[in-house]
T-cell receptor
Framework: KQEVTQIPAALSVPEGENLVLNCSFT??????LQWFRQDPGKGLTSLLL?????REQTSGRLNASLDKSSGRSTLYIAASQPGDSATYLC????????????FGKGTTLSVSS | DTEVTQTPKHLVMGMTNKKSLKCEQH?????MYWYKQKAKKPPELMFV???????INESVPSRFSPECPNSSLLNLHLHALQPEDSALYLC??????????FGSGTRLTVV
């Protein structure tokens, strides 16, 4: 059974710091890996999608990498801002559309000004 | 249109009520999902519709009844819920190679 682990569970940093969120998984036969952001009581916002044939994706201050062989993905946030405060979820899919996402428990980030 | 729209945003219902949650997407995605999320937990899968047919039911109690009237719409009918069913209900859609898109959710409170 696939297990997805996110470390750390919570993180507090001052504004301006660069930071790394980690996601590890036990079964490397994944189809996609997707990072989401969730604000309290809100839905999930997709940040980055990495397909199994890709190694990384970038969007603005965000960069996500994927190493299937080691079962790891990292989300790098550059020059953090208070508006980045949220819970970040890593999720895996194993097949094409129509299969469930498997979520980690998330990393709750707090960026202070 | 790159959104999944859920209505209502908030719902309070009694244990004897019947209500429905609605979800709509116009991205042409052929898979649609219902997830349930409790506070400080990741979303948990409830149902999957693929090409308008129910393909996965994660042993959800029968007081939750999904319906997919067409490729753009997904409903979740609620009846005789319990207070422990209070949660954020999320709808999502997906298409091969494009990842998953989630709606903003319905905050359900059962009193």
């Amino acid at each position: 059974k696939q297990e997805v682990t996110q470390i750390p569970a919570a993180l507090s940093v001052p504004e301006g710091e660069n930071l790394v969120l980690n996601c590890s998984f036990t079964d490397s036969a994944i189809y996609n890996l997707q990072w989401f952001r969730q604000d309290p009581g809100k839905g999930l916002t997709s940040l980055l999608l990495i397909q199994s044939s890709q190694r990384e994706q970038t969007s603005g201050r965000l960069n996500a990498s994927l190493d299937k062989s080691s079962g790891r993905s990292t989300l790098y946030i550059a020059a953090s801002q208070p508006g980045d405060s949220a819970t970040y979820l890593c999720a895996l899919s194993y097949n094409q559309a129509g299969t469930a996402l498997i979520f980690g428990k998330g990393t709750t980030l707090s960026v202070s000004s | 249109d790159t959104e999944v729209t859920q209505t209502p945003k908030h719902l309070v219902m009694g244990m004897t009520n019947k209500k429905s949650l609605k979800c709509e997407q116009h991205m042409g995605h052929r898979a649609m999902y219902w997830y349930k999320q409790k506070a400080k937990k990741p979303p948990e899968l409830m149902f999957v519709y693929s090409y308008e047919k129910l393909s996965i039911n994660e042993s959800v109690p029968s007081r939750f009844s999904p319906e997919c009237p067409n490729s753009s719409l997904l409903n979740l009918h609620l009846h005789a819920l319990q207070p422990e069913d209070s949660a954020l209900y999320l709808c999502a859609s997906s298409q091969t190679g494009l990842g998953y898109t989630f709606g903003s959710g319905t905050r359900l409170t059962v009193v």
